[in-house]
């Protein structure tokens, strides 16, 4: 089983939907989990960090199920501009910091 | 100020040529990550430096690919013996210490290599 999974989609959604992605880890001692964006043929960006409590951002809302240990991130919304692969980058420390991303969700909104 | 920056931003090599890829990461940054992401598919871990040491390298695919920081500053990445499946886009990423937002990374904008 991978460390880190999601779903590679494409999700193909219209503008002013509302869409959502889920990941799932596997190490129940992972610590801090984040969302980063990757436009096409571009380097990833830090989204968002996701705290226990959720978080909101705008229009991007992130959230933590430690019990069932996934992350998801929703958008509502959503807008051309949104198209892009997301990320979901796990991480756990033991010695040191270990940085897990899974391989991405390809979002697609669509005119 | 300036982000990470990697050097070279395209690379073109002969299968069996040795290539060298550099990464500068923000000033300050202890940590630093190289990935590797072929076309179409998700970043693969290949090493970690928490100042000049690599407690983690066990990304690395084979004993062809090596990596030195020095400084606690400057990343050599080095692949011997180039072959075709070498060929992806080599991304570095930095971070602060853990105890000052050390788990936000910060990617350059990566070497496109290229093994003909």
């Known amino acids: 089983r991978k460390e880190v999974e999601q779903d590679p989609g494409p999700f193909n959604v ?3 939907a509302t869409v959502a992605f889920n990941c799932t880890y596997s190490n129940s001692a992972s610590q801090s989990f984040f969302w980063y964006r990757q436009d096409c043929r571009k380097e990833p960006k830090l989204l968002m ?4 409590s959720g978080n909101e951002d705008g229009r991007f ?4 199920n430690r019990a069932s240990q996934y992350i998801s991130l929703l958008i509502r919304d959503s807008k051309l501009s949104d198209s892009a692969t997301y990320l ?4 756990s420390s033991g ?13 697609q909104v669509i005119p | 100020g300036a982000g990470v920056s990697q ?3 395209n690379k073109v ?14 000033s300050g940054h202890t940590a630093l990550y190289w990935y590797r992401q072929r076309l179409g598919q998700g970043l693969e871990f290949l ?4 100042g000049n040491s690599a407690p983690d390298k066990s990304g690395l695919p084979s004993d062809r690919f090596s990596a030195e920081r020095t400084g606690e500053s400057v990343s050599t990445l080095t692949i011997q013996r180039t072959q075709q499946e070498d060929s992806a886009v080599y991304l570095c990423a930095s971070s602060y210490p853990r105890d000052r937002e050390g788990e936000k990374l910060f990617f350059g904008s990566g070497t496109q290599l290229s093994v003909l």
Request: aromatic fraction near 10%; glycine fraction near 10%; hydrophobic fraction near 30%.
């Open chain 1, 95 to 107: 010695g040191y910091q270990k940085v897990t991303f899974g391989t991405g969700t390809k979002l």
């Open chain 1, 49 to 52: 960090s996701v705290y226990s």
């Open chain 2, 7 to 9: 050097s070279p931003s």
């Open chain 1, 14 to 16: 219209p503008e002013g």
């Open chain 2, 47 to 50: 090493i970690y430096f928490q």
């Open chain 1, 61 to 64: 809302t992130a959230q933590l």
């Open chain 2, 13 to 26: 090599t002969e299968k069996g040529k040795d290539v060298e890829l550099r990464c500068d990461p923000i």
């Open chain 1, 88 to 91: 979901c980058v796990v991480i």
